[in-house]
């Protein structure tokens, strides 16, 4: 199998189902007084009524969750301890996997630059958060609309916008620097640690945004006033209210800022080779090049996994500590800060991000694109839509990767908002036993790198006797189970908002519980529903690490098409293919916010 590189997800994800979980609860306080849900829970059912086919139904998705995630998993914990030859229990696969200095070094390098990729979206994230929530700077819509362009803007091709800016040699930050200076040192140098660094924080701060934004929109100006009443002044009322109560989105949003560093593997891919910095994902695609090692690439992934569970109780610990809560059912009045003539101060900044994560790679990716050789510099001479025509009519791979990339996405996307329907529903009415176990396999894939649910998927799936490698099922199956969560969590706050007499009327009127999601749940959360699916699609149609593994040569995704061009040198070419997919995801991005208004996960104020 070839050796090739992937992008981690913006992973991903569960900002909107957050943003209206908060108020989803003010419904249900008002409930009939004839009806005990939870009396009605603890009704035993005879198991003969158990088994009609709506509860076989249930039970059917149940078992689907199972095989989505609890297969792939065991099966990557199995191969990790077995000898790939004999089927015995051994150590050697971790021995092999960590016996080297090198591979130890790439688990610390990676750990240290999942660090620093933190604090960095935190210092782009929250500031912007709170400018735009909080304060009166001005142009906070196009603030806001920069920050989406983040999450729209695959990692890969910003990393290669940052390429052409900031190379040592041609990019075009340098070459303009070299001319103007005549020095012979480059200004800027991506190929660094601080290049890999800062190339993975541009393009994953946008759940710190969200996470921190829904946080501090919740917050009521009166906690504050309360505390300037007593004395405190705006800085100890920031740190000893407003901070707190967002502290939870902050936790939230680093670790999953933690996960998306780790896992994204497109921009070491292009920055930590030349960098000479290894790090955790370039090493297991080794293990995947010839002879596959797919043992060793198990081993390896455990401790990543388990340092990722150690942070989750880390989290919580810190949580528990911190137990900061807003007494009131409804936001307040919030008064925003008046900055006065620091308010430009603050858009400057916030325009600096933008600038850094979305406008300047955008822009050098667009002149690329048009241009015959991007190192040729600017004018109508070198202007050409002939890389257009290329990877559109001439270069089968690229037309085939549109199409598949875009399908997949599509599939994934309605597939995953369905079943997250399903099961939302089963848990929330405990149709089943245990159905809170449901609910944890749900949302398990948001704790699992997309690279190690991907070799997973291809220990329990890609290999004889089930030989799923190469085809577009498993990678449907994989992408669904990726971005379960972002589709769970949305329904989920969904389906408690709905009242469930809404379904007993349905019922009492002779419909069946199917005929109630048919014509109660499912149209009254068409627009939650149509959201979940476009956080689903965008990082769909982008997806690298999980796909890395699993795709053959008849169902390459466009992401794979992209790393064949950068490893070939043809930029140019890159760069129109990325372009054509920006455009199919914005247009798409497009439709839905203009069904579901333009507050689409970007709050107007």
């Keep these: 199998m070839s050796n090739r590189h992937a992008d981690g997800p913006q992973q991903a994800d569960f900002a909107h189902s957050n943003g209206s979980a908060a108020s989803d609860m003010t419904s249900l306080q008002q409930t009939s007084t004839d009806w005990n849900p939870a009396a009605d829970a603890r009704t035993r059912v005879p198991w003969l009524q158990r088994l009609q086919p709506a509860n076989l139904l249930w039970l059917f998705l149940a078992l689907i969750l199972i095989v989505l995630i609890v297969a792939p998993m065991s099966t990557l914990f199995i191969s990790a301890f077995t000898d790939g030859k004999t089927g015995e229990w051994t150590l050697k696969n971790f021995a092999e996997a960590y016996g080297r200095e090198r591979h130890v070094t790439a688990l610390t390098n990676t750990l240290k630059m999942g660090a620093a990729v933190v604090v960095l979206k935190l210092l782009f994230g929250v500031p912007l958060a709170w400018a735009c929530t909080r304060t009166d700077m001005p142009g906070k819509n196009f603030v806001r609309y920069g920050v989406f362009g983040a999450f729209i803007m695959p990692p890969y091709l910003g990393g290669v916008g940052w390429i052409l800016l900031a190379g040592p040699n041609t990019g075009w930050i340098n070459r303009i620097w070299y001319s103007l200076s005549g020095a012979t040192e480059p200004l800027v140098n991506v190929f660094t640690f601080w290049g890999l660094v800062l190339v993975t924080s541009i393009g994953g701060f946008f759940l710190v945004f969200v996470f921190v934004s829904t946080a501090f929109e919740m917050i009521n100006s009166e906690m504050e006033d309360a505390a300037n009443m007593l004395g405190a002044g705006p800085v100890k009322t920031a740190m ?56 060793a690439a198990a081993a390896y992934s455990i401790p990543l996994l388990l340092i990722t569970v150690a942070l989750l109780g880390m989290q919580r610990l810190v949580l528990r500590r911190k137990g900061y809560t807003a007494i009131t059912g409804k936001g307040g009045e919030r008064r925003l800060v008046k900055l006065g003539r620091w308010k430009w101060v603050m858009f400057g900044y916030c325009f600096f991000v933008v600038a850094l994560s979305v406008l300047l790679p955008l822009v050098v990716l667009l002149l690329a694109a048009f241009s015959r050789s991007w190192t040729a510099g600017f004018g109508l001479s070198n202007f050409t839509l002939g890389h257009f025509y290329y990877v559109l009519f001439e270069h089968s791979s690229s037309q085939k990767a549109l199409i598949t990339s875009v399908g997949v996405g599509i599939t994934a996307a309605t597939i995953a908002v369905l079943l997250a329907l399903c099961i939302a529903y089963i848990v929330q009415r405990r149709l089943l036993p245990f159905s809170q176990v449901l609910a944890f396999l749900a949302v398990s894939p948001y704790v699992i790198p997309g690279i190690i649910l991907a070799i997973g998927f291809y220990a329990a799936y890609a290999l004889p006797p089930v030989g799923l490698y190469g085809t577009y099922l498993i990678l449907v199956l994989a992408f669904v189970t990726r971005f379960l969560p972002i589709a769970f969590t949305t329904s989920a706050a969904g389906v408690r908002a709905i009242h469930p007499e809404m379904e007993e009327a349905v019922r009492v009127l002779g419909g069946g519980r199917l005929t109630a999601i048919r014509h109660v749940v499912g149209p009254l959360l068409k627009r939650t529903l149509a959201g979940g699916w476009l956080l689903i699609f965008v990082p769909a149609a982008q997806e690298l690490s999980t796909a890395i593994f699993l795709v053959g040569p008849t169902t390459r995704v466009v992401s794979v098409v992209l790393l064949d061009f950068s490893e070939e040198g043809e930029l140019e070419q890159l760069a129109a293919l990325g372009t054509l997919l920006l455009l199919i995801i914005v247009a798409v991005v497009a439709i839905g916010m203009r069904y579901l208004g333009r507050d689409f996960m970007l709050r107007r104020g």
């Design 240 to 295: 000893k209210i407003t901070f707190p109560l967002v502290l939870p989105a902050i936790v939230g949003s680093a670790l999953l800022g933690f996960l998306g560093a780790i896992a994204l593997y497109g921009v070491p891919a292009l920055i930590s080779i030349p960098a000479r910095y290894p790090v955790v994902v370039i090493q297991l695609s080794e293990f995947f090049s010839f002879p596959l090692r797919l043992g």
